[in-house]
């Protein structure tokens, strides 16, 4: 019975943890939700701009309230302006794989300066998930190929528009180079160990959840959801796996991963 009662009490902790850790991702997925059936002030100030605007006083309060290290805050000033970069290129007139169908002021050509804070919640998320859970690494690959490896990755985001997509060859080699990493985590005394792999496709498919509701309130629309809103192609997947793998890598390029020798979990 006492196994039982230790499952039943990681199992509450887990989702205690796992409901810690999604703090800012969870209230910009409630704020959206909020402003596509109630937003009263549009005329005076646009959607993108007050969501940008709850973004940033979510985050100020995260950090006053001490819910967020100055670490994690620097890790999604990262992701901010990494995903910023590639949102410009997407959403460019000559490439438009998706658009923001609303109006705004405060943004960089076609993009709302709020569409960096949705890349940023995964961060944040990352960021203290990690802590969170205390991770730890064995069979991490050593930190210079896996920076090669996720400089790849963010590369062909770019230039699969023009030239060859390396996607397939991107995930033979992301099992080639992390298919025997393990992550470590611990809810209380113990900690419990996870495939890295199997990790970000959990998280991969939880975004294309959060994806689906979010073009479904219009943030931003992909070419076929212009006329009448359809369900994100589950291929949009493949996309989120390389995306968290590139996402683990900058989280443990700012907090360096604590390696433990193969096979131990104390």
């Known amino acids: 019975m006492k196994p039982f009662k230790t499952f039943l009490w990681e199992f509450w902790l887990f989702g205690l943890k796992q409901a810690s850790a999604s703090l800012f991702g969870g209230f910009l997925l409630l704020i959206i939700l909020i402003t596509e059936y109630w937003y009263p002030i549009g005329e005076y100030l646009y959607r993108y701009d007050f969501l940008l605007l709850c973004a940033i006083g979510f985050q100020i309060s995260l950090l006053l309230f ?8 620097v890790v999604i000033l990262v992701f901010h302006v990494v995903a910023t970069g590639m949102e410009l290129f997407k959403t ?7 658009s923001y169908p609303g109006d705004f002021r405060i943004g960089i050509g076609n993009v709302p300066l709020f569409a960096g804070f949705m890349y940023s919640a995964v961060g944040s ?17 050593p930190q210079k190929w896996a920076i090669l490896f996720v400089i790849a990755i963010y590369v062909n985001f770019f230039t699969h528009h023009f030239f060859y997509d390396a996607r397939t060859p991107l995930l033979i080699g992301s099992v080639i180079l992390f298919g025997t990493s393990w992550v470590h985590f611990r809810m209380d005394r113990e900690h419990r160990r996870m495939p890295l792999l199997i990790g970000c496709l959990l998280v991969a498919l939880f975004i294309w959840f959060a994806e689906n509701i979010a073009t479904y309130c219009r943030i931003w629309v992909y070419p076929s959801q212009h006329g009448s809103w359809e369900m994100v192609p589950f ?3 493949v996309a989120w796996y ?12 700012v907090n360096k991963p604590e390696l433990i020798r193969a096979g131990s979990e104390k």
């Open 66 to 73: 001490r819910l967020e290290k100055l670490r994690e805050a």
């Open 92 to 98: 460019s007139d000559a490439i438009q794989s998706w």
């Open 125 to 141: 998320y990352l960021a203290r998930v990690s802590r969170l859970f205390e991770f730890r690494y064995n069979y991490y690959p």
């Open 235 to 237: 291929s949009k997947l």
């Open 242 to 253: 390389l995306l968290m793998l590139l996402s683990f890598v900058l989280v443990n390029i």
